[in-house]
């Protein structure tokens, strides 16, 4: 069983940073793609940056790009998400998901985070 475990959430002003983090549970890191979903009130869940399995590969998503940043520390085990020039359309419920597969495209994860709140105050 993959257990994924999101943090750093809050609430923060618009042009500001947060970073979040998920720890993984197992040593899944190479072993499953990861990638962050966000979900805004009323709104689906979308895919907002991931890594290949290997970590070769990345995506974002058109409206983070250049502000957003995925990263991974094997050795801990953890996947984070550094947020910068935070608006207020960035506000959601953010979740760490892990997939099967190996590159980035047609990511549907098969474990989900419990979710983390962030909230940009304009």
């Known amino acids: 069983q993959v257990q994924l475990v999101e943090s750093g959430g809050g609430l923060v002003q618009a042009g500001g940073s947060l970073t979040l983090s998920c720890a993984a549970a197992?040593?899944?890191?190479?072993?499953?793609?990861m990638g962050w979903f966000r979900q805004a009130p009323g709104k689906e869940r979308v895919f907002v940056a991931g890594?290949?399995?290997?970590?070769?590969?990345?995506y974002y998503e058109d409206s983070v790009k250049g502000r957003f940043t995925i990263s991974r520390d094997n050795a801990k085990n953890m996947v984070s998400l550094q947020m910068n020039s935070l608006k207020s359309e960035d506000t959601a419920v953010y979740y760490c998901?892990?997939?099967?597969?190996?590159?980035?495209?047609?990511?549907?994860?098969?474990?989900w985070g419990q979710g983390t709140q962030v909230t940009v105050s304009s």
């Open positions: 197992g040593g899944i890191l190479g072993t499953y793609r």
């Open positions: 998901a892990a997939s099967y597969g190996s590159g980035i495209a047609n990511f549907r994860p098969d474990y």
């Open positions: 890594f290949s399995r290997s970590g070769g590969s990345t």
